[in-house]
């Protein structure tokens, strides 16, 4: 059974950083897409973030510059740097990650819909 673990959420003041982290256990991800998403109570989940296994990346617009998304294939795990922190950027935040036999890597960089998917992390960002 694959399970997607996310740490790292908080509380910080605008501008301030964060640093996300997602673990993936019972199955080996190193070709699959992972990415970063985020949900603001009574909105669509949006993909902040997405690497392919090859480090091809994809960012949001809204995030393009501030946010830096990175993975280690060995570990299966990936990583969120969030620098420059705005109020728009609260959210929960989920890491997910979706099979390359579900789609193409250039599909799954800029989709919303992924296999498998954490619990989420709350990201707080006061002004």
């Known amino acids: 059974q694959v399970q997607v673990e996310e740490s790292g959420g908080g509380s910080v003041q605008a501008g301030g950083s964060l640093r996300l982290s997602c673990t993936v256990s019972g199955r080996v991800v190193s070709n699959h897409v992972m990415a970063w998403l985020r949900q603001i109570p009574g909105k669509e989940r949006e993909l902040v973030a997405a690497?392919?296994?090859?480090?091809?990346?994809n960012y949001a617009d809204s995030v393009k510059g501030r946010f830096t998304i990175a993975r280690d294939n060995t570990k299966n795990l990936a990583w969120l740097q969030m620098n420059s922190l705005k109020p728009e950027d609260t959210a929960v935040y989920y890491c997910?990650?979706?099979?390359?036999?579900?789609?193409?890597?250039?599909?799954?960089?800029?989709?919303?819909?992924?296999?498998?998917w954490g619990q989420g992390t709350q990201v707080t960002v006061s002004s």
């Open positions: 997910a990650v979706r099979s390359p036999l579900t789609t193409t890597t250039y599909q799954a960089l800029r989709s919303t819909k992924y296999d498998y």
């Open positions: 690497i392919s296994s090859g480090g091809t990346t």
